[in-house]
């Protein structure tokens, strides 16, 4: 059994960057896909970016391409999400998970952290 931690929220202005990181215990996910999510009040959780298990490939959502850029660390066990650019619609909950593989629907995916708030504020 996996647990994921995230952390690295907080409160942006518009413009600015943060950097998620999403931790693993109990397992290592080193042969895992990871993904970002996000879920904004109200709404239902979206997609955000995945990374195969080597960090070889990657894929992300329309609305956050060349904006955000998700990596790993195997050796460390941890997944990042580096954020720029930000925008009040990227307020949300993020939150990280795992899967077998590679998958935007968040039913693909296994074991998820407890999310980390991101406001972006205008």
């Known amino acids: 059994q996996a647990q994921l931690v995230e952390s690295g929220g907080g409160l942006v202005q518009a413009g600015g960057s943060l950097r998620l990181s999403c931790a693993a215990s109990?397992?290592?996910?080193?042969?895992?896909?990871m993904g970002w999510f996000r879920q904004a009040p109200g709404k239902e959780r979206e997609f955000v970016a995945t990374?195969?298990?080597?960090?070889?490939?990657?894929n992300y959502a329309h609305s956050v391409k060349g904006r955000f850029t998700i990596s790993r660390d195997n050796a460390k066990n941890t997944v990042y999400l580096q954020m720029n650019s930000l925008k009040p619609e990227d307020t949300a909950v993020y939150y990280c998970?795992?899967?077998?593989?590679?998958?935007?629907?968040?039913?693909?995916?296994?074991?998820w952290g407890q999310g980390t708030q991101v406001t972006v504020s205008s």
């Open positions: 998970a795992a899967a077998k593989k590679i998958d935007s629907d968040p039913s693909s995916y296994d074991y």
């Open positions: 990374i195969s298990w080597s960090g070889g490939f990657t």
């Open positions: 109990g397992r290592t996910l080193s042969s895992s896909v």
